[in-house]
T-cell receptor, first 110, second 112 residues
Framework: DVKVTQSSRYLVKRTGEKVFLECVQD?????MFWYRQDPGLGLRLIYF???????EKGDIPEGYSVSREKKERFSLILESASTNQTSMYLC?????????FGQGTRLTVV | QKEVEQNSGPLSVPEGAIASLNCTYS??????FFWYRQYSGKSPELIMS????GDKEDGRFTAQLNKASQYVSLLIRDSQPSDSATYLC????????????FGRGTQLTVWP
């Protein structure tokens, strides 16, 4: 079975903090993705990566950055957390085209 | 922007009935199509993939694809209360590496 693991299930951070969300997959997948999901807005793509050290902006990259130093790990960074970044964050990996999700991180910024 | 539209719902069916979920997409070059199930508070789970026109059956689930009409559907036969969830339709773009485009989902409730 494909396993995609996100480092935290729930996270509470203060406004202005730098926040790291980690995602690890164990299936040697090339592609990895970060989404956020908000009620009524569906899944929105923040960033994705199709290879180590490669990244592409998604639809809502502002306020975020990513890092992929190793194939199995894809990190999402909130440079300075704001309350409008309170959301469910979902990591996914795929070997084109099927994608599998991690369990999600519910981030609250206070 | 590639569009994926789903019947907005919510959809409510009695136990044992057939639930029909619909999805249309805007990009004619899309090649791969998926249905995900998402329980409240959980992450999406891949339940069906379909790549060619026609029907694909897996247990109580049937995915139907019509590329000419840019339409994909999911039928759930003998619906169970455990099928109550939000169903997300996803399609690949023609040229973007591995990226999926998601609809906003249809919430299904199966009542006993």
């Amino acid at each position: 079975d494909v396993k995609v693991t996100q480092s935290s299930r729930y996270l509470v951070k203060r406004t202005g903090e730098k926040v790291f969300l980690e995602c690890v997959q164990d299936m040697d997948h090339e592609n990895m993705f970060w989404y956020r999901q908000d009620p009524g807005l569906g899944l929105r793509l923040i960033y994705f990566s199709y290879d180590v050290k490669m990244k592409e902006k998604g639809d809502i990259p502002e306020g975020y950055s990513v890092s992929r130093e190793k194939k199995e790990r894809f990190s999402l960074i909130l440079e300075s957390a704001s309350t409008n970044q309170t959301s469910m964050y979902l990591c996914a990996s795929s070997r084109n085209p099927e994608a599998f999700f991690g369990q999600g991180t519910r981030l609250t910024v206070v | 922007q590639k569009e994926v539209e789903q019947n907005s719902g919510p959809l409510s069916v009695p136990e044992g009935a057939i639930a029909s979920l619909n999805c249309t997409y805007s990009d004619r070059v899309s090649q791969s199509f998926f249905w995900y199930r998402q329980y409240s508070g959980k992450s999406p789970e891949l339940i069906m993939s379909i790549y060619s026109n026609g029907d694909k059956e897996d247990g109580r689930f049937t995915a139907q694809l019509n590329k000419a009409s840019q339409y994909v559907s999911l039928l759930i036969r003998d619906s169970q209360p455990s099928d109550s969830a939000t169903y997300l339709c996803a399609v690949t773009g023609g040229s973007t590496l591995g990226r999926l485009y998601f609809g906003r989902g249809t919430q299904l409730t199966v009542w006993p």
